[in-house]
Antibody, heavy 119, light 113 residues
Framework: QITLKESGPTLVKPTQTLTLTCSFS??????????VGWIRQPPGKALECLAL???????QYSPSLKSRLTITKDTSKNQVVLTMTDMDPMDTATYYC???????????WGHGTLVTVSS | DIVMTQTPLSLPVTPGEPASISCRSSQSLLNSDDGNIYVDWYLQKPGQSPQLLIHTLSYRASGVPDRFSGSESGADFTLKINRVEAEDVGLYYC?????????FGQGTKLEIK
């Protein structure tokens, strides 16, 4: 059974760097075709795809946020980490971790973690 | 980025009646190499994470009831629910997966009359 769980701070100050961790089970990021990504949802707004990392360490970033995002994986720990620099109140959102296989749709989602950016 | 435009944004439905949600993309979602159309549909039930309903235009995800179906008509992609049930309430999103960044529609809120 595949599960994903997001963890990280619930409150960050403007200009700070956000670090989120996705801990997963039921699959390995060393398996060919597997990917893990991050999606966010500002309160009352639509979903936005931020970044994806694949089994072969290939990475994709949203162009509008690319300069602020870094996604990494630790296969031995079954974790994926997303860092976002220079946080702004507009970055307040629920951040979801997702599983993807073979470039297919996101078939498993974490419960999400709400991050508020405020001084 | 590819823009996905959903209509309607709000959809009140009587239980047992059909429902339909449309999504239009700003660019083609057809992969000419494999002939697939890369649009997916998700349902976010109140207080929950989104869940996959339909992938690659018309394939139901595992465990999704057959009252849900996906299709295309010209430039529009459509999610249809044959007979709406109370458990179908929530926000429905289309998502394009032809190119990164994958992008979502604004969401359609389905509610029970």
């Amino acid at each position: 059974q595949i599960t994903l769980k997001e963890s990280g701070p619930t409150l960050v100050k403007p200009t700070q760097t956000l670090t989120l961790t996705c801990s997963f089970s039921g699959f390995s990021l060393s398996t060919t075709g597997v990917g893990v990504g991050w999606i966010r949802q500002p309160p009352g707004k639509a979903l936005e795809c931020l970044a994806l990392i694949y089994w072969d360490d290939d990475r994709q970033y949203s162009p509008s946020l690319k300069s602020r995002l870094t996604i990494t994986k630790d296969t031995s720990k079954n974790q994926v980490v997303l860092t976002m620099t220079d946080m702004d109140p507009m970055d307040t959102a629920t951040y979801y971790c997702v599983h993807q296989y073979d470039d297919n749709a996101f078939d498993f989602w974490g419960h999400g973690t709400l991050v508020t950016v405020s001084s | 980025d590819i823009v996905m435009t959903q209509t309607p944004l709000s959809l009140p439905v009587t239980p047992g009646e059909p429902a339909s949600i449309s999504c239009r993309s700003s660019q083609s979602l057809l992969n000419s190499d494999d002939g697939n159309i890369y649009v997916d549909w998700y349902l976010q039930k109140p207080g929950q994470s989104p869940q996959l309903l339909i992938h690659t235009l018309s394939y139901r995800a595992s465990g999704v009831p057959d009252r849900f179906s996906g299709s295309e008509s010209g430039a529009d992609f459509t999610l249809k629910i044959n007979r709406v049930e109370a458990e179908d309430v929530g926000l429905y999103y289309c998502m394009q997966r032809i190119e990164f960044p994958y992008s979502f529609g604004q969401g359609t809120k389905l509610e029970i009359k």
